[in-house]
Nanobody, 115 residues
Framework: QVQLVESGGGLVEAGGSLRLSCAAS????????MGWYRQAPGKQRELVAT???????NFAESAKGRFTISRDNAKNTVYLQMNSLKPDDTAVYYC?????????WGQGTQVTVSS
């Protein structure tokens, strides 16, 4: 059993910043990829950013230049620093962890950006 605990969501004005955290615990085998996805009302879930165990990062076009992703392998934790937030960034943000055995999703954390 693997648990993902997300934190850091909330309400922020346009132009503001938020930092999301996701800590993985439990029966964790080797973690390959950690990342964040988001789902806005009426839309499909989409990639925001991922980072591999080797440090390779992948970003959605909408996140490039504004968001950074990092991970602490010792703590099995991934972070998403979001700057210059826009109302279009409003969504539920989900942590996703890929191990050699399975894929795990967090419960989601709401990010709301007001105009």
């Amino acid at each position: 059993q693997v648990q993902l605990v997300e934190s850091g969501g909330g309400l922020v004005e346009a132009g503001g910043s938020l930092r999301l955290s996701c800590a993985a615990s439990g029966s964790i085998s080797s973690i390959n990829v950690m990342g964040w996805y988001r789902q806005a009302p009426g839309k499909q879930r989409e990639l925001v950013a991922t980072v591999t165990s080797g440090g390779f990062r992948n970003f959605a076009e909408s996140a490039k230049g504004r968001f950074t992703i990092s991970r602490d392998n010792a703590k099995n934790t991934v972070y998403l620093q979001m700057n210059s937030l826009k109302p279009d960034d409003t969504a539920v943000y989900y942590c996703r962890v890929v191990t050699i055995r399975d894929v795990y999703w967090g419960q989601g954390t709401q990010v709301t950006v007001s105009s």
